[in-house]
């Protein structure tokens, strides 16, 4: 709808997980490389947890594509509120072998699958999403898929994904086993106010605004998008693409921060709160004022 308006070839702000708008942070580079490094080095457990909205199933994508390219074979469980026989016959079909009502006979195929693969020198992972839905039996479970071993090595790599409330349910007395075989840990942060304006730039170059990103967002709008986003990747995009409907609806070409405040309150987002950087904490005043009045009275 605004696409010829702002001169664009596609939709910048499209809240779907798509690779080809991957901006890459240092953490992000970070932990692409810690997962496909966990993958390729038999390492067994990877997890990779960041807040709502932070582009964990993003970096998942990408990862997935690396993979296909590498001729790895992979099982992407994306709803993981299911039993622990339809978790097996998930992973199980997500992998190509025919499906099966009995749990043993999944392991045994399973089984078989992965040591002929590793025959041939090809890998398989298994990525769960969402993996802070996970009950204490579906992780227990998934941890015992990682006794698919050889002498040498694991079988079966696993990537699990999920909220900040992972990292909690890992820390559990009661999954120390698994906590023990994790061997890498990465974290999505939301992004700094500068990430923000590379991040929008960056979304807008690649659909088509090459030289006009800075015209459409200038620098003092996307500093109100940051405060009203937090930095969070998810909600940039949520008010960007209400931000450009606005401005095609009013015929402007440019939005400004008080068309963002309008959006923000449609959106129903808190209004940014603003800290002088000249005003000290009150702890840090009432030690300013100490250590004045000592050398005032020469105790110091």
């Known amino acids: 709808m605004y696409k010829s308006h702002f001169g664009l070839k ?11 708008f991957l901006f890459s942070t240092d953490a992000h580079r970070e932990a692409l490389a810690a997962m496909y490094y966990g993958i390729r080095r038999h390492s067994g457990f990877v997890v990779l947890t960041g807040e709502v909205g932070t582009g964990k199933t993003l970096i998942i994508r990408c990862l997935l594509e690396i993979l296909n390219k590498d001729q790895l074979a992979s ?7 299911l039993s622990a026989l339809q978790l097996l016959q998930y992973i199980a079909g997500d992998l190509g072998l025919p499906p099966t009502r009995s749990k043993a006979e999944l392991l045994l195929k399973l089984n078989h699958y992965l040591i002929e693969r590793h025959r041939q020198d090809l890998q398989t992972v298994l990525i769960v999403d969402e993996a802070q839905l996970l009950q204490r039996d579906l992780l227990e479970e998934i941890r015992l898929l990682t006794n698919l071993e050889t002498s040498q090595q694991k079988l079966l790599q696993i990537v699990l994904a999920g909220q900040p409330e992972l990292e909690k ?9 698994l906590k023990q075989r994790v061997t890498f840990r990465c974290n999505l942060a939301p992004f700094s106010a500068e990430d923000t304006a590379g991040y929008i730039r960056h979304r807008l170059t690649i659909a088509g605004a090459e030289g006009r990103a800075d015209t459409i967002f200038p620098e003092e709008t996307i500093e109100m998008i940051h405060g009203y986003a937090t930095g969070i990747p998810r909600l940039i995009n949520t008010i960007c693409n209400n931000a450009l409907i606005s401005g095609y609806a009013s015929h402007s070409q440019t939005i400004s921060p008080l068309l963002i405040s309008e959006v923000a309150a449609d959106l129903r987002l808190e209004r940014p709160t603003i800290k002088s950087p000249s005003a000290p904490k009150a702890s840090e005043k009432r030690q300013h004022e100490a250590e004045t009045e000592m050398k005032e009275r020469a105790i110091v």
């Open 10 to 20: 596609r939709n910048p702000f499209e809240i779907s997980p798509d690779p080809e």
């Open 75 to 81: 099982a992407y469980v994306f709803n993981p509120k």
């Open 169 to 177: 349910k890992l820390d559990s007395k009661n999954l120390r086993q």
